[in-house]
């Protein structure tokens, strides 16, 4: 957590390692088999309104089954973003808040939060972290093969899904 209060005009800079429970934790949460590693480095600096801005880049070594071989794939991720933290709304407390031109409010939240004065800078990089892992991940070269429905027979089966309804008649 970053309190705001700290923060000046000037970026200030964070570097964040991963601990081993944090990677575990994460790598259960992200349902990887395993996240091996996970750096962070973050220039934050205050914005009007009680909010920060921040520029992140990480890089992450990820450990997944591949979705054709179900063998391990391993793979680096290296990614940036910005992101402003800014105070919660007035009004977003649960009450619906609507603006002069019947806009929900609620819809306009900012990405990031600040409450009581600090932000959560690490939950929003395991956000970003969850969105840049590859949900199909496959060893360089692994193609799917072609897909064949078998007959009962064990042949090829060429009858599409209304097959049984050519023989049916109407009765009108």
């Known amino acids: ?39 962070a480095d973050a220039a934050v600096r205050a914005i009007g309104g ?10 992450a070594s990820v450990l997944q089954s591949s979705v054709v071989t179900l063998e391990p794939v391993r793979s680096r991720i290296d990614e940036a973003f910005e992101v402003e933290f800014l105070p919660r709304a007035e009004g977003a407390d649960g009450q619906e808040a609507d603006s002069e031109d019947g806009q929900d409010l609620e819809a ?42 078998a007959a009962p027979d064990g042949g090829t089966q060429k009858e599409g899904p209304f097959a049984a309804l050519k023989n049916w008649r109407s009765r009108a």
């Open 108 to 149: 306009l939240e900012p990405p990031g939060e600040v409450t009581d004065g600090r932000f959560d800078l690490g939950e929003m990089i395991a956000e970003y972290l969850s969105l840049a892992i590859d949900p199909y991940p496959r060893q360089a070269g692994e193609e799917f093969g072609e897909w064949h429905d």
């Open 50 to 59: 009680g909010g920060a801005r921040a520029r992140v880049t990480f890089h």
């Open 1 to 39: 957590m970053i309190d705001v209060a700290t923060l000046g005009d000037d970026e200030e800079r964070f570097a964040f390692d991963a601990t081993p429970d944090e990677l575990k934790a994460l790598a259960k949460r992200f349902q990887v088999q395993a996240l091996e590693d996970l750096h």
